[in-house]
């Protein structure tokens, strides 16, 4: 089953955090791989180490190497095109293995727009996706290709964010 | 801070749950109050004792009677009413007791559209939060007066849904 969350608001990345405590509560396992978020740690991070869950049992992989483009990136686009390219790899290994009952791709909405990605390549690595297992994509922009293909679709609006306040983002709300 | 997550697509309590694992990772504590959510068993609920995560970190509890007014329901909507007043009266007491750095007050939208609980008593309870800890409200079906007063919202919208096909709920996605 693939679940797809995109839009401009809040809640996509924490929706699937939510997915994989789900899942931990059922005694199965969850990984998350990240595309665009870079080396900062986020209190989601903290969260296995602190109450001593086993690394087979949830795992948060960041693979992205911070923004692309923006904030003072300074990478050139061959370099975050790769990193992505071997995240989606590495996912399909993560796949075949059938460790996890649940894989979110976090953020691969966003590296498909920034074209890090393409569509057909994330298309192979998904397709005939395991009915009993999931797998959740997040991110905003979301391709039409990937609104067909998944089971369930929630697009989140933003209707009022402390940003447009020129506030910065916090910790514990937004990472 | 108030945070407010409504709109009929999935992610919302989702979204609350993920944002409480935020909150542990920073070793800080969250409580869920469920509005409506009733007696059945959640992943989610499991998650804490299957963790061992101690009861002054991690709580949800479910005030609810389950739902209100369909799928078999015969409670008196008075009963439902009451269960909703309590609720909210406990939301007070912790919020006073300062125990929690987030505290999630699910299905309250939902509470509020069956008339359960008043906009005036909602707004009573959570009037001056303090800027420093997290409030969360969700459900469908926000009062305006709950979006002008939260100072981030975001809407999910449904686009998508295997309930759509008449499938029913399923583990792991849903609960």
């Known amino acids: 089953m693939i679940i797809l969350i995109t839009g401009d608001g809040k809640g996509k990345t924490t929706s699937a955090l939510g997915q994989m405590m789900r899942v931990?509560?059922?005694?199965?396992?969850?990984?998350?791989?990240?595309?665009?978020?870079?080396?900062?740690?986020?209190?989601?991070?903290k969260f296995g180490e602190k109450y001593h869950i086993s690394n087979?049992?949830?795992?948060?992989?960041?693979?992205?190497?911070?923004?692309?483009?923006?904030?003072?990136?300074?990478?050139?686009?061959?370099?975050?095109?790769?990193?992505?390219?071997?995240?989606?790899?590495?996912?399909?290994?993560e796949r075949e293995s059938g460790n996890w009952h649940l894989i979110v791709l976090d953020e691969i909405n966003v590296a498909l727009s920034l074209e890090l990605l393409t569509i057909q390549e994330v298309l192979n690595a998904i397709k005939d996706?395991?009915?009993?297992?999931?797998?959740?994509?997040?991110?905003?922009?979301?391709?039409?290709?990937?609104?067909?293909?998944?089971?369930l679709v929630t697009e989140t609006k933003d209707i009022k964010h402390p940003y447009h306040d020129g506030q910065d983002a916090k910790p514990m709300v937004e990472f």
């Open 24 to 45: 931990l509560g059922r005694g199965k396992s969850a990984l998350m791989i990240q595309f665009i978020k870079g080396p900062w740690i986020s209190g989601e991070d």
């Open 56 to 93: 087979d049992k949830f795992q948060i992989r960041k693979r992205g190497l911070g923004f692309v483009g923006i904030l003072g990136d300074k990478l050139p686009r061959e370099e975050h095109a790769r990193a992505a390219k071997s995240a989606l790899e590495e996912f399909g290994r």
């Open 129 to 151: 996706y395991p009915e009993d297992s999931l797998l959740m994509l997040t991110g905003r922009g979301a391709p039409q290709e990937l609104i067909d293909l998944a089971d």
